[in-house]
């Protein structure tokens, strides 16, 4: 839509996401909702909004859209795992079973297996794997995606891993923000110990993603069975002194994560499943984002990361769905959100923030995750009559439209 403009609509409701606090709890009072409204778009930004039928007179081309829909903006992952080869099924089978995740991963399964296939997938094999992991997001409304490495752990399999999600966002109209994980775990087959090998990927790997542009964030997973909050503090510094943005994956089965990144003041602290009132205060007090993972409790089986909570305290709540073979093979944010919600007793305002202005703000993304004039046109349409109606059918509702930077990729 490169240079013309447009007017998309009517919707029912357009559900703009402005002038809500970016942080703590949020009412319903809170939507800014448009009725009976039309959008105009211009090179793939945002123009205007209002009513459609006054745009309409304005002889403008117009898009029109069919029955009754309610546009959000484009909904956005801020945490994922998608770049993998393999399966996993034989894993969940175990955890059916009775199995824990832990007893898995020490007896060879788990991300180990997962590091294997990957290692063992092309270049190109993987790129391909994102891209029909990406559109069927894509379809899910999900127009902008974080994709982490951490399925190589070695610097060969690790660049791999960062170009094949490169070369997957050349291929895929979703946006994909790539994110560093090779510290998810210590490699069974590196010679030394964890510190070492850390001390091994700030010299050789970070150096590389930096000079070939590959990632701007680095993440970690502190966690029993992974990185001590001491290997992770000495990591995350030394990653932040390469430039980097640092986050983690905190407290999903052992505490200690938190307060690391309160004490280092990370973009983001992921998980948080086991955190305690102590760590929900010292998160919300600083600039930490929380990002909850409903996924991987579903995956699990495992209780759900404190999100009422967390608003309570003043928490910029985000929530993602950590899509990946292993903890968390259904990759449905919208199903996992709403799972939550009537859980943790999120308000609608609240869980649409966590996907989307909110999400944006853990990815440092300052043009998307709200419907507003200059933004990016990301957005989603859906079947229905009410924004309320979004979560009530608990992922039971696909979107029937969805643009990217303005243009129509799914009318689903
Ligand atoms: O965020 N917990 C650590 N990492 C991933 C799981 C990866 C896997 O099981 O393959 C997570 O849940
Ligand atoms: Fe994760």
Redesign the pocket.
């Known amino acids: 839509m490169r240079g013309d403009r447009k007017l998309i609509g009517p919707f029912v409701q357009l559900v703009t996401m402005d002038h809500m606090p970016l942080r703590g709890p949020l009412s319903d009072n809170d939507l800014e909702i448009i009725p009976e409204a039309g959008i105009i778009l211009k090179d793939g930004r945002i123009e205007l909004l209002g009513r459609y039928a006054e745009m309409r007179n304005t002889g403008i081309s117009v898009e029109e859209v069919a029955g009754d829909v309610v546009v959000v903006p484009g909904l956005i992952d801020a945490?994922t795992?998608i770049c993998?080869a393999g399966s996993?099924a034989e894993d969940y089978a175990e955890r059916l079973s009775g199995k824990s995740?832990r007893e898995i991963a020490e007896a060879g399964g788990?991300?180990w297996s997962?590091i294997l296939n990957t290692r063992k997938a092309t270049s190109g094999e993987l790129t391909e794997h994102t891209v029909q992991r990406a559109e069927q997001m894509m379809r899910q409304g999900i127009t902008t995606i974080e994709v982490k490495s951490?399925?190589g752990l070695d610097v060969i399999h690790e660049l791999k891993i960062l170009k094949s999600i490169r070369d997957a966002n050349e291929r895929t109209t979703a946006d994909l923000i790539p994110t560093c994980l090779a510290a998810?775990i210590k490699p069974h087959d590196f010679n030394g110990s964890s510190l070492q090998y850390l001390e091994m990927i700030v010299e050789e790997l970070l150096p590389e993603v930096r000079t070939r542009n590959l990632s701007k964030r680095v993440d970690i997973?502190v966690?029993i069975n992974?990185f001590t909050v001491d290997e992770a503090r000495y990591y995350l510094t030394e990653a932040r002194n390469q430039g980097f943005d640092i986050l983690m994956?905190a407290d999903?089965f052992t505490k200690g994560g938190t307060r690391l990144a309160a004490e280092l003041g990370v973009l983001s602290a992921?998980?948080l499943e086991v955190s305690g009132d102590e760590d929900i205060t010292q998160i919300a007090g600083g600039s930490v984002i929380p990002v909850v993972?409903p996924g991987?409790s579903l995956g699990l089986g495992t209780g759900f990361a404190p999100a009422r909570k967390l608003l309570n305290a003043g928490a910029p709540l985000v929530v993602a769905s950590?899509w990946?073979?292993?903890?968390?093979p259904m990759g449905n944010l919208l199903l996992q959100a709403s799972i939550l919600g009537i859980y943790e007793k999120m308000t609608v305002a609240e869980t649409l923030a966590s996907i989307t202005c909110r999400a944006a703000a853990a990815l440092k993304l300052s043009d998307r995750g709200i419907i507003r004039t200059g933004f990016e046109a990301d957005l989603v349409a859906y079947p229905c009559k009410s924004v309320k109606e979004l979560f009530y059918y608990q992922g039971n509702i696909s979107p029937v439209y969805v643009w990217k930077k303005g243009l129509q990729v799914c009318s689903c």
């Open positions: 945490h795992h993998w996993r995740y788990g991300i997962t951490g399925y998810h997973y966690d992974a994956h999903q992921d998980h993972l991987a950590d990946n073979p292993g903890s968390a």
